[in-house]
Nanobody
Framework: QVQLVESGGGLVQAGDSLRLSCAAS??????MGWFRQAPGTEREFVAC????????YYADSVKGRFTISGDNAQNMMYLQMNNLKPEDTAVYYC??????????????????WGQGTQVTVSS
């Protein structure tokens, strides 16, 4: 069964860094993305990249602090999060899209989602 396995979440202090990882299957990925959901809010876009990094997008709230990357050979994707803030506290989800076309910052672009990993940033 195809699935995404996330890891790397945890409890950190403001200003710290974390790297989230997401292990995908061997199928060709045309888009990869990270989204997050804080309690009582809707899931929101964080960062994404189209096939082989052709286009990369970031939410304004994380621009300059977060970096999305992927390792095609290892079928891995990452989200490096630096200078974390309490407002970054949320469950983070990785997602992959198996078809080309469309902007990678929309949730509808994706065919498979991870189970989510909690990131908590204390002040």
């Amino acid at each position: 069964q195809v699935q995404l396995v996330e890891s790397g979440g945890g409890l950190v202090q403001a200003g710290d860094s974390l790297r989230l990882s997401c292990a995908a299957s061997g199928r060709t990925v045309f888009a990869m993305g990270w989204f997050r959901q804080a309690p009582g809010t809707e899931r929101e876009f964080v960062a994404c990249s189209s096939y082989r990094g052709g286009s990369t997008y970031y939410a304004d709230s994380v621009k300059g602090r977060f970096t999305i990357s992927g390792d095609n050979a290892q079928n891995m994707m990452y989200l490096q999060m630096n200078n974390l803030k309490p407002e970054d506290t949320a469950v983070y989800y990785c997602a992959v899209g198996y078809y080309s076309g469309g902007y990678c910052y929309t949730a509808a672009r994706y065919n498979l989602w991870g189970q989510g990993t909690q990131v908590t940033v204390s002040s």
